[in-house]
């Protein structure tokens, strides 16, 4: 393979890559974003590294969740912590249900890329860009809103900084103290189907911590702050590299936009420029798979993206569809197990299954995100590997994006509260509801 550098990827083919009219600009923007400081740190992708390399083994369980898109506009405080709020109950239940960490990672603080299965977008016999996410262009339905404008990276960069500034405020300040679950309580909670369950598992993770700190002595302070790592799909592959450098004392380029970017299936090209790019950077990898992922592409993106096979350093996120997971998922992890490798392997039960309802809605029903998840559960435990996370597009609000769940969405209610700017998020409750169901499943099965 040839020599790489943050820039070896300017000569592959690119997917999903948009034109900037103003090329002078661009440049302004990529230098400006050179010189300005890392969103990261090395120390803490280090740190996740190890924590999902556990995962891996079956010591640790991964929950990644957040929306599809992020929105410029949703950089609020109350948006955020909603989004904390729901990260910290789900991982409270799966930590109940599997006796294991949970680690938690946002799609959070940088997912404002996003690709396209078309370039162009028709509306009333007009045809433009499509919408391409907050950090490329913009989402109203004119030729101004739609021209990439690369000022927009910029912002986007100040909006992930603004967020995780936030987040992390709130980590050390005692949000998410596990001796205060009130602190991260969601009001509308209580008349949630699902919340005496919820309640239940919180008194006793509540009443375990007391008797311990009662019997020993000792004030549990770790549980006094929780940590929670970023990602986004590493998809403008001009915003990643400008983040990209090295760091004082550890050898290679970290990619300090995020703590653990993704490959999404759009880009997996093993000659493309996304594969080249990410090949070369320190960070863990999440490589979405899909049904049309073959064992062999399969065993050269692990070759290409982990030659020294390092613990932790890839998570194969299967997304495959409900009802599909039997025919296209054993064929791929067969593979893996022949090559002697042992990624963490996660459930992405989102992405197969989205569908438009005759009134023009991309939704997706629980019911057959659940069914992937139990149908992926059950391929891993056929052939021996472990489901070691699962990857959700959700939200801590009360949106009606997806149908089902405990209250019964039907595509009728979807027109009350549709607001994602991509796919169908879980709410808050169906989120909950699903870690409930997970939980419970892995009860049994440990
Ligand atoms: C996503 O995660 O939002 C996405 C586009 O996923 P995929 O690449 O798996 O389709
Ligand atoms: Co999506």
Same mark, same amino acid.
């Given at each position: 393979?040839?020599?790489?550098?943050?820039?070896?990827?300017?000569?592959?083919?690119?997917?999903? %890559?948009?034109?900037?009219?103003?090329?002078?600009?661009?440049? =302004? #923007?990529?230098?400006?974003?050179?010189?300005?400081?890392?969103?990261?740190?090395?120390?803490?992708?280090?740190?996740?590294?190890?924590?999902?390399?556990?995962?891996?083994?079956?010591?640790?369980?991964?929950? %990644?969740?957040?929306?599809?898109?992020?929105?410029?506009?949703?950089?609020?405080? *109350?948006?955020?912590?909603?989004?904390?709020?729901?990260?910290?109950?789900?991982?409270?239940?799966?930590?109940?249900?599997?006796?294991?960490?949970? &680690?938690?990672?946002?799609?959070?603080?940088?997912?404002?890329?996003?690709?396209?299965? +078309?370039?162009?977008? +028709?509306?009333?016999?007009?045809?433009?860009?499509?919408?391409?996410?907050?950090?490329?262009?913009?989402? !109203?339905? +004119?030729?101004?809103?739609?021209?990439?404008?690369? $000022?927009?990276?910029?912002? !986007?960069?100040?909006?992930?900084?603004?967020?995780?500034?936030?987040?992390?405020?709130?980590?050390?300040?005692?949000?998410?103290?596990?001796?205060?679950?009130?602190?991260?309580?969601?009001?509308?909670?209580?008349?949630?189907?699902?919340?005496?369950?919820?309640?239940?598992? $919180?008194? %006793?993770?509540?009443?375990? &911590?007391?008797?311990?700190?009662?019997?020993?002595?000792?004030?549990?302070?770790?549980? =006094?702050? #929780?940590?929670?790592?970023?990602?986004?799909?590493?998809?403008?592959?001009?915003?990643?590299?400008?983040?990209?450098?090295?760091?004082? =004392?550890?050898?290679?380029?970290?990619?300090?936009?995020?703590?653990?970017?993704?490959?999404?299936?759009?880009?997996?090209?093993?000659?493309?420029?996304?594969?080249?790019?990410?090949?070369? &950077?320190?960070?863990?990898?999440?490589?979405?798979?899909?049904?049309?992922?073959?064992?062999?592409?399969?065993?050269?993106?692990?070759?290409?993206?982990?030659?020294?096979?390092?613990?932790?350093?890839?998570?194969?996120?299967?997304?495959?569809?409900?009802?599909? $997971?039997?025919?296209?998922?054993?064929?791929? #992890?067969?593979?893996?197990?022949?090559?002697?490798?042992?990624?963490?392997?996660?459930?992405?039960?989102?992405?197969?299954?989205?569908?438009?309802?005759? %009134?023009?809605?991309?939704?997706?029903?629980?019911?057959? &995100?659940?069914?992937?998840?139990?149908?992926?559960?059950?391929?891993?435990?056929?052939?021996?590997?472990?489901?070691?996370?699962?990857?959700?597009?959700?939200?801590?609000?009360?949106? +009606?994006?997806?149908?089902?769940?405990?209250?019964?969405? #039907?595509?009728? *209610?979807?027109?009350?509260?549709?607001?994602?700017?991509?796919?169908?998020?879980?709410?808050?409750?169906?989120?909950?509801?699903?870690?409930?169901?997970?939980?419970?499943?892995?009860?049994?099965?440990?």
């Amino acid at each position: 393979m040839s020599e790489w550098t943050p820039d070896s990827w300017l000569a592959r083919a690119a997917q999903q %890559q948009v034109q900037y009219p103003d090329p002078a600009a661009l440049d =302004r #923007v990529v230098a400006e974003m050179r010189r300005l400081p890392p969103l990261v740190t090395s120390w803490e992708v280090e740190s996740l590294r190890d924590q999902l390399a556990r995962a891996a083994r079956g010591e640790a369980f991964l929950l %990644q969740g957040g929306d599809c898109a992020e929105s410029f506009d949703d950089c609020r405080p *109350d948006a955020i912590a909603a989004k904390l709020k729901i990260l910290m109950q789900m991982s409270l239940v799966l930590v109940h249900g599997t006796r294991r960490p949970v &680690i938690r990672v946002g799609r959070l603080a940088g997912q404002y890329a996003k690709p396209r299965s +078309t370039d162009t977008e +028709t509306k009333g016999g007009v045809t433009l860009p499509s919408y391409r996410g907050d950090i490329v262009n913009r989402e !109203g339905f +004119t030729e101004e809103d739609r021209t990439p404008d690369p $000022v927009l990276m910029l912002r !986007g960069y100040e909006r992930a900084a603004l967020t995780l500034n936030f987040v992390r405020a709130l980590a050390d300040g005692g949000f998410a103290d596990l001796h205060h679950p009130e602190y991260w309580d969601i009001s509308f909670a209580d008349g949630a189907r699902h919340a005496a369950e919820y309640r239940h598992i $919180v008194d %006793q993770i509540r009443d375990s &911590i007391s008797f311990v700190s009662a019997i020993t002595g000792v004030d549990s302070a770790p549980l =006094r702050r #929780v940590d929670f790592f970023t990602s986004h799909e590493g998809l403008a592959l001009l915003y990643e590299a400008a983040q990209t450098r090295t760091v004082p =004392r550890r050898a290679g380029h970290y990619n300090l936009s995020t703590h653990m970017p993704w490959i999404g299936m759009r880009t997996a090209q093993l000659d493309g420029a996304h594969v080249e790019f990410h090949r070369g &950077i320190r960070t863990p990898l999440g490589i979405k798979i899909g049904p049309a992922m073959t064992p062999e592409w399969l065993r050269d993106l692990l070759d290409a993206l982990d030659p020294d096979r390092e613990p932790g350093r890839i998570t194969l996120i299967h997304r495959m569809g409900a009802g599909k $997971v039997a025919r296209h998922l054993p064929p791929l #992890v067969q593979a893996v197990i022949a090559s002697g490798r042992r990624p963490l392997w996660v459930c992405d039960p989102m992405h197969g299954n989205t569908e438009s309802t005759p %009134q023009g809605y991309k939704t997706r029903r629980f019911d057959k &995100i659940l069914a992937e998840l139990e149908e992926s559960f059950a391929v891993h435990g056929e052939l021996g590997t472990v489901l070691g996370g699962v990857h959700f597009e959700m939200t801590g609000e009360d949106v +009606t994006e997806c149908v089902g769940g405990a209250r019964g969405l #039907v595509e009728s *209610d979807l027109e009350r509260a549709y607001r994602t700017r991509v796919d169908p998020r879980l709410n808050y409750e169906q989120a909950l509801e699903l870690a409930l169901l997970v939980a419970r499943h892995l009860r049994r099965g440990s």
